[in-house]
C-alpha cells in the first residue's frame, strides 16, 4: 500500500544531515509539508531544498532541542505557517563524548543527556500539547545502543534507554488522540556513524569491511530505509500500533558478531 500524507504537516528535529534529513526527504515523497529543524542552518537550508526537490513544502527553523525555549518557537512556526502539526520525528541526538565512565565530568553528562534525553522530552511537551485535539503520531529515534552496553558509549547508551521508557509514557499519556512509537536503528550511513569509525582508526575499507560483515544483511542502512519504518509508524497502516520501540538494524541486534 503507498503511503499518502497529502495534506499534512510533519516536524523533523536533527534534519541537518544523517536520519533527521533521510526522513524528511521520505515524508515529502510521500506528500507532506516538512518543518526541518537543526542547529546549523546551511545544512537545514540544504534538506529544505532536497524537501522541495522531492515534491514537498519545507519550511527550515533553527532550533537547538536542549534549548526549551528553540522547541517552542519550532512548534508555533510549524502550526502558524504550515496549518497544524499531524507527524513529529524527534531525531536530534549526540554521540556526546566517547571515555570510560571514571573520565566523565558533569559538563559531559549535560552534553548527552541535554541533547539525547532533554531535548526529546522538551519536544514531546510542546508536540503532546499541540496534537491534543487534531490527533497525529509522533516518532523518536533511539538506538540499538538502548539495549547494547557498549565501553565508553555510557552516556550515550543511558540516554537511548531513557527514550525508549519515556516513548512508552508518553503513548499511554497521548492516547488515544496521539501514538507514540520509537525506532532503533543500527549501523547507517550518516555522519555520526563516520565518527564512531574514525575514534575506531578511522574509516578504512577493512574497518568499513569488518562493521558491514557484523549485520546478517551485509550493509549498513541508508538514512531513507530508517525514514520508510518512521513513516510507516506514522501511517494509517500503523494505526493500532503505539508504545512500541521497533528495531531496524539488519539483524545486528541479534547476531553473534553484532
Not at 507527524?87 to 539525547?116: C, K, Q
Not at 569488518?210 to 550493509?219: A, C, F, K, Q
Request: proline content about 4%; some cysteine; overall charge negative.
Amino acid at each position: 500500500m503507498t503511503l499518502d500524507f497529502s495534506g499534512q504537516v510533519a516536524l523533523v528535529t536533527g534534519a541537518g544531515t544523517g536520519i533527521g534529513r533521510g526522513t524528511a526527504v521520505v515524508l515529502a515523497r510521500y506528500g507532506a509539508a516538512v518543518a526541518v529543524a537543526g542547529r546549523r542552518q546551511a545544512n537545514v537550508e540544504e534538506t529544505a531544498r532536497l524537501v522541495e526537490g522531492a515534491g514537498g513544502t519545507a519550511l527550515p527553523v533553527r532550533c537547538d532541542v536542549s534549548v526549551e525555549d528553540d522547541v517552542r518557537a519550532l512548534v508555533e512556526s510549524t502550526l502558524s505557517q504550515l496549518g497544524g502539526l499531524d507527524i513529529a520525528v524527534n531525531n536530534a541526538g549526540t554521540l556526546g563524548r566517547l571515555a570510560p565512565l571514571a573520565e566523565l565530568s558533569s559538563d559531559d553528562f549535560e552534553l548527552a543527556i541535554g541533547t539525547n534525553l532533554r531535548g526529546v522530552f522538551t519536544c514531546l511537551s510542546h508536540e503532546l500539547r499541540a496534537m491534543a485535539e487534531r490527533g497525529g503520531a509522533i516518532v523518536n529515534i533511539s538506538s540499538v545502543n538502548a539495549t547494547k552496553p557498549q565501553p565508553t558509549a555510557g552516556l550515550y547508551c543511558s540516554s537511548k534507554s531513557a527514550v525508549d521508557m519515556l516513548t512508552r509514557v508518553a503513548a499511554l499519556e497521548g492516547a488515544p488522540a496521539v501514538r507514540v512509537n520509537a525506532v532503533r536503528p543500527g549501523y547507517v550511513l550518516t555522519p555520526m556513524h563516520d565518527t564512531v569509525l574514525e575514534l575506531s582508526g578511522g574509516a578504512t575499507p577493512e574497518l568499513v569491511a569488518s562493521v558491514e560483515g557484523s549485520v546478517p544483511l551485509g550493509r549498513r542502512a541508508e538514512p531513507e530505509e530508517i525514514g520508510e519504518a518512521v513513516a510507516w509508524l506514522c501511517s494509517p497502516d500503523a494505526a493500532y500500533v503505539t508504545g512500541e520501540v521497533i528495531t531496524v538494524d539488519g539483524g545486528v541486534s541479534w547476531s553473534a558478531g553484532g
